[in-house]
């Protein structure tokens, strides 16, 4: 199951891997200290991030280089200059950047002290979800660490380059890890997204250009700068190059969080990493990149991971973390936890999001309640085009829209049996339960 | 300016404001909530959805309210997939809305029943129970918020924050539980609260003092300008059938007051709504003011005016600009120095609108040359005379008890709304208040404001300079017989 070259978990593997001595020992910040020894410019390293067509891990799969690049030429624009590293890691099955802050903080620190370097940005702000404790405690640590060491801080490592980190931890909203509802936040305010334009490049955080990354994508940049984009590009496809942490959860024999190239298949992941679905049942569908890619069904698990080959698919490669559903899971039951999700975390601004939330959330119950009507999948369609594309300030909307439309797409027979039986076809039929003497 | 295609005719837009502003400066009609043009636009509600193509990029829809005005822009306000997008928009905003339109007071000037009629679908398709949030919130003195009509629009937040700069109501919660609310629950405070019933697309925020009170097709409206400070914020005067005035609203007015008006002018319609009117006149009789022809009234007033050289005309500052010029004629004719009554300032000014000067033509009445005196001085003048004519709405009350301190010798002639029973008085007039009767005043900067007569008078009231016209020509006569 490898064959490839790994990077990302290397340091992790290490004992003790999240202190400043081990991790030194091992590489961390010798990337950094050449650069500010060489006095490389900035824009170098913007180049060569650009170049390694690195695409943001955060979901969006924004490149990395041409986000850097928007930042204003500090020559003509003297505002201060911010790096926000979005450590807000809440989409439900998705738990690769926590591994990293956990296991190798100072590898993030290298990273974003790199960005800081490369945008000229005079402080980076590390917005951590709020649950993420030992996350948050370890970064902490790791910062105090590496300022006691001239690492962080004032003048590093004796250059004239200087950058404070600063951490912030969330409170419990899936919306501050929106990139702009993730500024707002830091400014001490509610976690609604603001509108683009302006973007952060432009007016981010208190009105100066900032630039938000996903932690995963920060975690590359020190090797990119390192080996070079022509060593980045030997790994993953051509559109997507470079490895990804991929998040197994759902019903598999061992989930994890494992290092694979970009286009490697679903089918790869899930047998060759994950030991393939639990209890030796058959696999019924899986979603690819967390619960706002919609789901996809058994057939299609050859699919590459990798940005472009999912999208063809009719899902999206989000954050790289795959949901597997076994031939037990109840896809209704399955879309009624993902809509009350959004429900419950939708921030209220736009009336789309606000209202086609609630309402997905109550139209899926009351089917998983055995209350369907005979209208619902058409509303439940309806709704949803309603809710997404592009139609509100965030795409939270379109996370809530795109996985319902992917149930009544790929499953639209097991909803009508659903409302037509008034209970799940699944539980009456009873094969499963009476099989594995699970009470039905 | 910037110059783009709206619906197919080239137009020149102001690239500093958002593309709603042209749409709408042009008349292209676009339904907006959360937009408001005295605010920051948020983009939230979006329902102004338009169509855009800019260079070679394909046709997109957009939120007009934050879409910045680009040049060369080609827009469609009527594309299908504008109106199919607005279509959707309102569907959720109707989802959990209770639709008691019936019961509702703004029914009639509801944006959002206006525009779900205009481009809504005919029926609903929800089967789920609708948000049940409390209906009737107090949030202080002023304003009652009811939950559950509340479509989030967030104007009202953004009222506080922007215009008078004291933010006082927030969203609480998150998502479809989300709900506007003060700190604490504290109830709201200041002199602008109820701009907020003014804004709020729905019937969500209405005025304690306007509940229940009428159905706003009933109401006719009027320009008019309010009368509480020398501000002179514009307004509407809206009387329902009967007469009765029941609402003061704000009328937009870009170098006065904006949309906004503060709370002291809007409920000042009470005072508008007088009691006890003086219809016609009275003179001292036997058995002490007794009702009497508003001709026979005119004689006693000639008389009086002839009897007494110690003269004096005092005039309230409600008067006109126009009452003001035929004051000034009399003055001429009896030989006196005409002079206004001007209260103290009344404690309330601030930095948004209220002047503290409650003189709403001061202005005015200077230019033509009358002179301010206080109460006080315009006791001590009275004291002295023989007879004084005083003229003008509660130009009885701005003077104050005082005149029932005046000896029986000063014959007082009084032009005021109701009648002033104190020993001095010889005749009274009734007048017209300024809801009853057309004119301008001259704010404290210098700008005129009309007055609409939004509503008749009662029977048997003349008109001011009519009045003010028949004295002049009865001393006239008298002179020539003289």
């Known amino acids: 199951m490898s064959g490839w070259p790994t990077f990302l978990l290397e340091r992790c593997k290490l004992a003790g891997s999240h202190r400043l001595d081990v991790a030194r020992a091992n590489g961390a910040y010798d990337v950094l200290a050449k650069l500010l020894k060489d006095g490389t410019p900035p824009a170098e390293v913007i180049a060569v991030v650009k170049e390694s067509g690195l695409r943001g891990r955060g979901g969006a799969g924004f490149p990395t280089g041409l986000k850097w690049s928007f930042m204003p030429d500090p020559a003509r624009d003297s505002r201060p200059r911010y790096l926000a590293v979005n450590a807000d890691e809440s989409e439900p099955g998705t738990c690769k950047d926590r591994v990293l802050m956990e296991q190798d903080p100072h590898g993030l620190l290298e990273g974003a002290l790199i960005a800081a370097y490369a945008m000229r940005a005079e402080a980076a702000y590390v917005y951590v979800r709020g649950e993420y404790r030992t996350s948050y405690d370890r970064l902490q640590a790791a910062i105090d660490e590496a300022r006691a060491a001239g690492l962080v801080g004032e003048r590093i490592l004796g250059s004239g380059f200087s950058c404070e980190i600063h951490m912030h931890k969330g409170a419990g909203a899936y919306i501050c890890g929106e990139e702009t509802g993730l500024m707002e936040s830091l400014e001490g305010k509610r976690g609604h997204p603001r509108p683009k334009p302006p973007f952060p490049a432009g007016s981010g955080l208190w009105g100066s250009p900032t630039t938000v990354n996903n932690v995963e994508s920060i975690f590359n940049v020190p090797f990119i700068v390192a080996h070079g984009a022509a060593w980045y590009r030997t790994m993953g496809s051509e559109k997507s190059p470079g490895n990804f942490l991929c998040g197994i959860s759902g019903h598999v024999e061992r989930p994890g969080v494992y290092e694979a190239p970009l286009g490697i298949s679903a089918r790869e992941l899930l047998e060759d990493f994950a030991g393939g679905v639990w209890k030796g049942r058959a696999l019924k569908a899986w979603i690819p990149g967390g619960s706002s890619t919609g789901l996809l069904p058994a057939s299609l698990i050859d699919t590459p991971m990798d940005h472009d080959s999912l999208r063809d698919a009719g899902s999206m490669f989000g954050t790289g973390a795959m949901i597997v559903l076994d031939e037990t899971a109840c896809v209704v039951r399955a879309s009624e936890i993902l809509a009350r999700f959004y429900d419950h975390e939708s921030c209220g601004q736009c009336s789309q999001c606000r209202e086609g939330t609630q309402w997905l959330h109550q139209i899926f119950a009351r089917i998983e309640r055995g209350q369907g009507m005979a209208d619902d999948i058409d509303t439940i369609e309806s709704l949803a085009r309603g809710m997404a594309p592009a139609k509100t300030i965030c795409a939270l909307s379109d996370a809530a829209a795109i996985p319902a439309l992917a149930v009544v797409r790929h499953f639209r027979a097991e909803l009508e049996a659903h409302i037509e039986q008034g209970r799940c076809p699944l539980r009456s039929a009873g094969a499963v339960a009476a099989r594995e003497g699970v009470p039905a | ?482």
Not at chain 2, 19 to 34: E, K, M
Not at chain 2, 140 to 152: M, S, W, Y
Not at chain 2, 418 to 442: I, K, N, Q
């Open chain 2, 1 to 482: 300016m910037t110059r783009i295609v709206l619906n197919g005719r080239e137009v020149e837009a102001d690239p500093k404001r958002p593309l709603i502003d042209a749409c709408r400066a042009h008349g292209q009609h676009v339904p907006t909530y959360c937009y408001h043009p005295g605010l920051t636009p948020v983009g939230s509600c979006r329902i102004c959805q338009v169509e855009v193509v800019q260079g070679e990029m394909p046709a997109r829809v957009v939120v007009a309210c934050r879409t910045p005005v680009v040049e060369g822009m080609v827009v469609d306000t009527e594309a299908p997939k504008a109106h199919e997008t607005r279509r959707e928009c309102l569907e959720f905003l109707l989802k959990n809305h209770p639709l008691d339109c019936p019961i509702c007071d703004k029914a009639g000037e509801c944006d959002l029943q206006d525009f779900s009629f205009a481009e809504g679908q005919g029926e609903g398709r929800t089967h789920e129970p609708r948000r049940e949030l409390a209906k009737r919130k107090s949030l202080g003195d002023v304003i009652v918020l009811d939950q559950e009509r509340c479509i989030l629009c967030s104007r009202c937040v953004r009222f506080f924050e922007d215009v008078t700069k004291k933010p006082q109501l927030a969203v609480a919660e998150r998502g479809a539980q989300s709900i506007i609310s003060t700190f604490a629950d504290r109830p709201l405070e200041g002199n602008y609260q109820g701009n907020i019933a003014d804004l709020c697309p729905v019937g969500a925020l209405t005025l304690k003092k306007f509940r229940f009170q009428a159905r706003v097709w009933n109401l006719f409206k009027r320009a008019s300008t309010c009368a509480e400070c020398s501000r002179g914020c514009s307004t509407t005067v809206e009387v329902l059938r009967d007469g009765e005035v029941k609402r003061f609203r704000p009328r937009y007015n870009e170098r006065v007051n904006k949309w906004w008006m503060c709370d002291v002018g809007r409920f000042a319609y009470d005072g508008a709504n007088v009691p006890d009117r003086l219809a016609g006149a009275v003179v001292r009789g036997h058995s002490g003011l007794e009702h009497t022809d508003v001709a026979d009234a005119l004689d006693s007033v000639r008389d009086v005016l002839l009897a007494n050289r110690a003269r004096a005309l005092v005039v309230s500052p409600f008067v006109t600009v126009e009452e003001g010029e035929a004051l000034l004629a009399l003055a001429k004719k009896i030989e006196v120095e005409p002079v206004f009554v001007s209260p103290k300032p009344n404690g309330l000014e601030d930095d948004l609108l209220h002047t503290g000067d409650p003189c709403p033509n001061r202005r005015g009445l200077e230019q033509l040359g009358f002179r301010a005196k206080s109460a006080e001085e315009v006791l001590a003048l009275l004291g002295e005379c023989e007879c004084a004519v005083l003229v003008g709405e509660r130009v009885a009350a701005l003077i104050g008890d005082g005149l029932r301190e005046l000896p029986a010798a000063v014959r007082l002639i009084v032009l005021d709304c109701t009648a002033l029973d104190v020993p001095a008085v010889s005749v009274c007039l009734g007048l017209a208040t300024y809801v009853e009767r057309a004119g301008h005043w001259v704010n404290v900067d210098g700008l005129r404001g009309p007055l609409g007569a939004a509503r008749r008078a009662p029977d048997g009231v003349r008109d001011t300079r009519a009045l003010l016209a028949d004295i002049e020509r009865r001393l006239s006569a008298a002179e020539v017989e003289a």
